[in-house]
C-alpha cells in the first residue's frame, strides 16, 4: 500500500500517511479512528483486521489498528489523553475489534465506546480493585496493587 493510495482517504480526515517498506501508517485524529477503519477495510484485500494494540507513551496513550494483506501492513494510529482515555469504538463496522478493544481497555484503562463489554473485565479479575490503575499503564506499582488485592 503506498502513500498515494491512501493519500485521499488521510485528506478527507485530516490525517497523513507514512509509508514504509512493509508497512504504511495512516495517523489520525481520536474522533476520525472508525472511519478511518472503516475506510481501510473497504480497501480491496485489507479486510483483515489482524489486533489493535495500545502504548502508554506518558501524557497520551496511542492505539494502533493492523490490518493485513498477505507481506504488507497497514496501521490506522491515534492518540489519546491519557488524562482522558476514550475514543468510539470500531465494532459496529469491524466486529473482530470487540475482543481487542475490551483488552486494551483492561490493561490500559481507554473505554471504547459502543463496545459491548465497556466497564467490564475480560482478562482481569474481577477482583482487580476499581481504584487501582490499569496493569499496564507507566508508573503502576505492581506491588502497590497485589496490596490492594490483599495477596501480599
Known amino acids: 500500500m503506498s502513500s498515494e493510495e491512501l493519500g485521499p482517504l488521510a485528506s478527507r480526515l485530516g490525517g497523513t500517511v507514512t509509508a514504509g517498506p512493509k508497512t504504511t501508517v495512516l495517523s489520525v485524529p481520536p474522533e476520525k479512528v472508525v472511519e478511518a477503519c472503516k475506510g481501510v477495510s473497504s480497501l480491496p484485500g485489507w479486510y483483515h483486521l489482524t489486533t489493535i494494540t495500545g502504548m502508554d507513551l506518558g501524557q497520551e496513550i496511542a492505539i494502533l489498528y493492523h490490518f493485513w494483506q498477505g507481506k ?60 487501582a490503575p490499569p496493569p499496564l499503564q507507566k508508573g503502576t506499582d505492581p506491588h502497590k496493587i497485589k496490596k490492594m488485592m490483599e495477596l501480599e
Open 72 to 131: 504488507k501492513f497497514i496501521q490506522v494510529r491515534t492518540q489519546v489523553p491519557r488524562s482522558s482515555p476514550r475514543l468510539h469504538s470500531i465494532t459496529g463496522d469491524l466486529a473482530a475489534g470487540t475482543i481487542y478493544e475490551a483488552e486494551i481497555q483492561d490493561v490500559l484503562g481507554v473505554a471504547f465506546e459502543g463496545n459491548p463489554y465497556l466497564g467490564k473485565r475480560l482478562i482481569l479479575p474481577d477482583t482487580y480493585p476499581p481504584d
